[in-house]
Antibody, heavy 117, light 107 residues
Framework: EVQLLESGGTLVQPGGSLRLSCVAS????????MSWVRQAPGKGLEWVAN????????YYVDSVKGRFTISRDNAKNSLFLQMNTLRAEDTALYYC??????????WGQGTLVSVSS | EIVLTQSPGTLSLSPGERATLSCRAS???????LAWYHQKPGQPPRLLIY???NRATGIPDRFSGSGSGTDFSLTISRLEPEDFAVYYC?????????FGQGTTLEI
């Protein structure tokens, strides 16, 4: 069974930083492209960033470019999202996802990030 | 950036009826790399259709996807009670891999 377990979400003040983590099991991690997708409360899905199998390709939605960094540690089956200069509009449930290509096959349960003073 | 526009915003139907959801792209989606997901309250989305017309593993054959280029659709031939949810399309051809705004399928 594929499991993607996110952690790191919490309440943070505007301008603060946070690092999200995701540990994968049930898949050969190095065979999968990984992504972060977020969902603001009561809103739709927003793709945030993705990374290819070896980390050589990374893409971001414009609203987080220069503030967020996606990375992975293949030795630890882990995906990360370093989030800096957080804004109120970054408040959302952040999903870790995996796919054999850029398609998303699997989703975690999400970790909640709240940005508020 | 490819903008995906889903219609209708809300679709009200009854079990046993046929549902057709639309997803229109602002520019052609390369290789028809278009997926459909549904999401039930309190759950993450689930992949239904990929490459515009291929059913994901374990998805019943009442779900079908069609279209190419800029116009895509998802059809549910006979609605079951568990099909009432929010449906999203997503293109994964060109980053950013945008989602549509969603269609709520309600009873």
């Amino acid at each position: 069974e594929v499991q993607l377990l996110e952690s790191g979400g919490t309440l943070v003040q505007p301008g603060g930083s946070l690092r999200l983590s995701c540990v994968a099991s049930g898949i050969t991690f190095t065979d999968y492209y990984m992504s972060w997708v977020r969902q603001a409360p009561g809103k739709g899905l927003e793709w945030v960033a993705n990374i290819n199998k070896d980390g050589s390709q990374r893409y971001y939605v414009d609203s987080v470019k220069g503030r967020f960094t996606i990375s992975r540690d293949n030795a630890k089956n882990s995906l990360f999202l370093q989030m800096n200069t957080l804004r109120a509009e970054d408040t959302a449930l952040y999903y870790c996802t995996a796919g054999a290509g850029w398609l998303i096959d699997y989703w975690g349960q999400g970790t909640l990030v709240s940005v508020s003073s | 950036e490819i903008v995906l526009t889903q219609s209708p915003g809300t679709l009200s139907l009854s079990p046993g009826e046929r549902a057709t959801l639309s997803c229109r792209a602002s520019q052609s989606v390369s290789k028809d790399y278009l997926a459909w997901y549904h999401q039930k309250p309190g759950q993450p989305p689930r992949l239904l259709i990929y490459d515009a017309s291929n059913r994901a593993t374990g998805i019943p054959d009442r779900f079908s996807g069609s279209g190419s280029g800029t116009d895509f659709s998802l059809t549910i031939s006979r609605l079951e009670p568990e099909d009432f949810a929010v449906y999203y399309c997503q293109q994964y051809a060109d980053p950013p891999n945008t989602f549509g705004q969603g269609t709520t399928l309600e009873i």
